[in-house]
């Protein structure tokens, strides 16, 4: 049976809040086909160009077909970004959904693969930052897109590139019910955790491995969806090797960059698409990031300061989760981070007292237990509005994105806690 109805023939013309003529198949899945199409009729003063890509999905499967689209258009709705799709409009009928976005002619990266055409350089580090920069926007919204793939990266037809097809997209911590297949995403391409079904371990790095897996097949021109085959073992299949082993010319800062992207473990990638857009581009202008700030507590250390956290809610969180290298040391006077630069951690202070400062003066102190500070940025990716400085030795608690999401969906108080808390920052400086 045809993944689109039979009837759906080029040529045919669909009705939404607009009117269109499908012109050309621009590819054909499992459950559908994407289509060129041109806008015969306009209405409700609908903005939209000359011409749109179409997805239809036969309702041979009619639970998955709704609930695909569904969740890409909502995904493509909620997030307004250059690197993103823009979505028009979605329906659906009896026997097919409808979905209406913008359309890149240039088409998907995978007819690279199947030319055998390798990204140089240049293109392959712009992929990265393309891929970086719309993850970014789609975590900001609390989406992870689990499928990640040359097939699903389109030409811009400007030399950048699209990250596009958000049909199987999830909250940020991806929910039981989303365990309906033997693993999530495309094999060669999605991450180990998702290959295992590790829901727990499942978060903004896990798209980090999809952008690099794809990177790593592009600039290779090895399909991972294929290749895996071949690979003799489990562990072989989740640990590539280098880019400079399988070509030649292969720039080594760009390996390493997309090796970072691939690590096994979850917990050795970069803490979330910010993080890694944050490394990408301190590589772009020719400046070294900053290495991680702070001194890393010693066990004994860590224990100790733990048992001394006065306060029951932070106490009740540091001694039911692994803090081992979290908590840090800050000498006086120590920047934690500084104004207008892109870092990716927050701070829970534990002991000591920090400084805040904007344009080079003082504007505040904070010294309370469990005072969470620079969580905002750390969430959003956004540039840091303030300069965060050690007043005297300081210990704390440093997370990065993921870190910090994983920690508030297991302790739903300390989420509340903080919730209330940006609230109030929030409220105070509309009042002001």
């Known amino acids: 049976m045809p993944a689109t109805p039979s009837f759906l023939t080029l040529g045919s013309v669909l009705v939404g809040r607009c009117v269109y003529r499908l012109n050309a198949m621009l590819g054909r899945g499992a459950f559908g086909a994407v289509y060129r199409a041109s806008v015969e009729e306009k209405r409700d003063g609908v903005d939209i160009p000359a011409e749109v890509a179409i997805k239809i999905i036969g309702m041979r499967r009619r639970f998955t077909a ?145 952008v690099g897996a794809t990177a790593w097949a592009l600039y290779s021109g090895l399909d991972l969806s294929t290749i895996h085959r071949d690979l003799r073992d489990k562990e072989q299949d989740r640990n590539l090797p280098r880019l400079t082993d399988v070509r030649a010319d292969a720039d080594p800062a760009l390996d390493d960059f997309v090796m970072s992207l691939l690590k096994p473990d979850p917990a050795d990638r970069p803490g979330g698409a910010a993080a890694a857009l944050t490394i990408w581009e301190a590589r772009d202008s020719g400046e070294t990031p900053l290495p991680h700030h702070g001194i890393p507590l010693s066990v004994r250390d860590t224990e100790r300061i733990i048992h001394t956290v006065a306060d029951p809610l932070w106490g009740d969180v540091l001694r039911n989760s692994p803090m081992n290298g979290r908590l840090r040391l800050f000498t006086d006077g120590e920047y934690l981070c500084r104004e207008g630069e892109t870092s990716f951690e927050c701070y829970a202070i534990l002991a000591g007292c920090v400084a805040v400062e904007r344009h080079g003066d003082l504007i505040a102190t904070e010294s309370r237990e469990g005072s969470m500070i620079g969580e905002v940025a750390t969430l959003t990716g956004s540039h840091r509005t303030a300069s965060l400085r050690a007043a005297g030795d300081l210990v704390a608690l440093c997370l990065n994105q993921a870190e910090l999401e994983d920690l508030v969906v297991r302790h739903g108080p300390l989420g509340l806690r903080l919730a209330k808390t940006m609230a109030e920052r929030f409220l105070e400086r509309d009042c002001t």
Do not use: C
């Open 66 to 210: 709704r609930e695909s689209i569904a969740r890409e258009a909502s995904a493509l709705a909620s997030i307004d970004h250059p690197r993103i799709p823009r979505l028009y409009e979605w329906w659906n009928e009896n026997e097919y959904a409808v979905l209406v976005s913008h359309l890149y002619p240039g088409g998907s990266l995978s007819k690279l693969l199947a030319d055998r055409v390798r990204l140089d350089t240049n293109s392959a580090w712009r992929l990265l930052g393309d891929l970086l920069a719309g993850l970014v926007a789609a975590h900001r919204k609390g989406l992870l897109h689990l499928d990640i793939k040359p097939a699903n990266v389109l030409h811009d037809g400007k030399g950048g590139y699209i990250l596009a097809d958000f049909g199987i997209s999830q909250a940020s911590r991806v929910q039981r019910g989303a365990a309906v297949t033997p693993s999530i995403g495309t094999r060669g391409y999605n991450a180990p955790e998702q290959r295992d079904l590790d829901l727990d371990r499942m978060d903004v790095r896990t798209d980090l491995w999809g």
